[in-house]
Nanobody, 124 residues
Framework: QVQLVESGGGLVQAGDSLRLSCTASGRTISTYAMAWFRQAPGKEREFVAATRWTGDVTFYGDSVKGRFIIFRDNAKNTGSLQMNSLKPGDTAIYYC?????????????????WGQGTQVTVSS
């Protein structure tokens, strides 16, 4: 089993930056794909970013492309999401997820393990 814990969320103003972290325990995730999803109130959970375990393949959702960057540190069993130029539309609960396959899928159902989420609120 893998346990994931996100941290780093908070209240920021539009245009600010924020970095979310995801710490894994229970098993090494060095060969797992990692992703971030988010869910705003009243909306479905949506894909934000994903990376292969090697870090050489990454995907981003259209709404965050060019502003967010996904990182991972396999040696530390962690990952992070650097969020720049934040907008009020980025307000959501952000979830870290990993899947036991290496390919960074954008599909929610392909991820085996999820964190509890961290709230990000962007004020205008």
């Amino acid at each position: 089993q893998v346990q994931l814990v996100e941290s780093g969320g908070g209240l920021v103003q539009a245009g600010d930056s924020l970095r979310l972290s995801c710490t894994a325990s229970g098993r090494t995730i060095s060969t797992y794909a990692m992703a971030w999803f988010r869910q705003a109130p009243g909306k479905e959970r949506e894909f934000v970013a994903a990376t292969r375990w090697t870090g050489d393949v990454t995907f981003y959702g259209d709404s965050v492309k060019g502003r967010f960057i996904i990182f991972r540190d396999n040696a530390k069993n962690t990952g992070s999401l650097q969020m720049n130029s934040l907008k009020p539309g980025d307000t959501a609960i952000y979830y870290c997820a990993v899947r036991s396959g290496s390919w960074p899928s954008q599909r929610i159902q392909e991820y085996n393990y999820w964190g509890q989420g961290t709230q990000v609120t962007v004020s205008s």
